[in-house]
């Protein structure tokens, strides 16, 4: 199969606003052991894409230093060592980094096969967004049937998929929109109650609708003034999963609450995970969930698709938070 010896590459320079992505070229990495090389379909748009756009959210040593942390496309190399993929393979995986490229390289055991009936471009929408949900609502927040799950942000990609998972594995489930429209997009995936925070407390929603208990977890992105309101919000022995800060990480808590109602207050980052980690959840997510994508209980909702080299245009309007559900970047024509 040829490769090519350069390949094209969104630059994000040192840092700053959307319109600091510019397309560039570069040499094709080479995979090095357990990796494979793929050449890319599509790669996703994530908030941490942003993050390290700006310049706030460095790679972890040795991680590609190029944008995008998801991707479809085939396996055209491999590293020594690989053993669960071969060249000419199709697959979605999470990357470590440089998504956002014609090439990637992947640790094999976070690449998982495109889901049948899945377009490259569905399967480009998953990883982040589902490795994400995974770890933090099951493996961390231990959402059992028949409880209670609140998520902000719900129409984002996290949320629609926080929303689906949480609804497809038996939990009665909350969320949080700016619009009407965000609200309907989050009920026609399965939430039970959709709050609009502009004009709703999400606290007194809640209570309404639990007979005063409130929720058994709670998956947060905002941070800042929601921080106390998520306490309130919690039942007993109930669970705070945070995963991104979209308001101040400092603010003053009162934690009285945390005891009171025996509350467990965790979170995590899913980029500085050890490839065994990642390993792990993408074989429980090859278990547990995609069966559901193949069955068309749970999929992706995908807002719009930009070209590669318009991905200043994609950091925008992720930015603008106007979106419902994904945005992609179309890289190759596999």
């Not at 060249?87 to 980094?97: E, F, I, M, P, Y």
């Not at 022995?237 to 945070?242: A, H, N, P």
């Not at 609450?257 to 995590?268: Q, V």
Request: aromatic share 6%; net charge neutral; glycine share 10%.
């Amino acid at each position: 199969m040829s490769i090519s010896s350069t390949m094209h590459f969104v630059d994000h320079g040192k840092g700053g606003g959307p319109d600091i992505l510019v397309p560039s070229e570069c040499a094709v990495p080479s995979p090095q052991h357990g990796e494979v090389l793929v050449r890319v379909a599509y790669a996703g748009v994530n908030r941490p894409d942003c993050l390290q756009r700006s310049g706030r959210y460095p790679p972890p040593v040795g991680a590609s230093p190029i944008v995008g942390l998801e991707v479809s496309g085939e396996v055209v190399a491999l590293g020594e060592g690989v053993t669960q993929w071969k060249v000419g393979d199709k697959l979605c995986a999470l990357t470590n980094g440089g998504a956002y490229a014609e090439y990637v390289t992947v640790p094999e055991g976070q690449a998982l096969p495109i889901p049948k009936g899945y377009s490259m471009l569905q399967a480009a929408a998953l990883p982040e967004n589902f490795f994400t949900v995974w770890t933090n609502v099951f493996q961390r927040g231990k959402l059992q049937k028949g409880e209670t799950f609140m998520v902000h942000g719900g129409s984002s990609g996290i949320g629609l998929t926080a929303i689906q998972l949480a609804h497809a594995f038996g939990a009665k489930v909350f969320c949080t929109v700016g619009n009407e429209e965000k609200a309907k997009a989050c009920r026609d995936v399965g939430a039970d109650v959709a709050i609009n925070y502009n004009t709703q407390d999400f606290v007194e929603v809640v209570m309404e609708h639990t007979n005063k208990q409130g929720v058994n977890i709670l998956l947060d992105m905002v941070g800042g003034s929601y921080i106390q309101r998520n306490l309130q919000s919690l039942a007993p022995d109930g669970r705070l999963v945070q995963i991104a800060f979209l308001q101040p990480s400092k603010v003053e808590v009162d934690w009285v609450s945390l005891m009171a109602k025996r509350l467990t207050f965790t979170g995590s980052t899913l980029r500085p995970r050890t490839a065994a980690d990642k390993a792990q959840m993408a074989r429980e997510l090859k278990q547990h969930v995609w069966p559901l994508l193949e069955a068309g209980t749970v999929k992706p909702v995908i807002h719009q698709v930009f070209d590669l080299a318009q991905a200043n245009l994609a950091h925008a309007l992720m930015e603008s938070s106007v979106h419902i559900g994904k945005i992609m970047l179309k890289v190759g024509d596999n």
